[in-house]
């Protein structure tokens, strides 16, 4: 397997990044979009403080828009 990825990104390097960049968006994309609907329905209480304090921070910054 390794020795094919090698052998791509010789011969394409262009390719082979386009496709790795894709892939490692869409592997960051599904953790978003799973956290999202881990915390969807959790109190307040039980969420982590970064994302209290996110939490608190995204209705600021609408409004200053």
Not at 17 to 28: E, G
Not at 43 to 50: F, S, T, V
Request: positive net charge; contains cysteine.
């Amino acid at each position: 397997m390794w020795a094919v990825l090698e052998q791509a990104a010789v011969a394409a390097p262009d390719t082979f990044m386009k496709v790795f960049v894709v892939c490692f968006v869409t592997v960051v994309l599904a953790f978003l979009v799973a956290l999202a609907i881990a915390l969807r329905n959790t109190p307040a209480g039980q969420r982590p403080e970064i994302i209290r304090a996110l939490a608190e921070y995204m209705p600021f910054w609408r409004k200053k828009r």
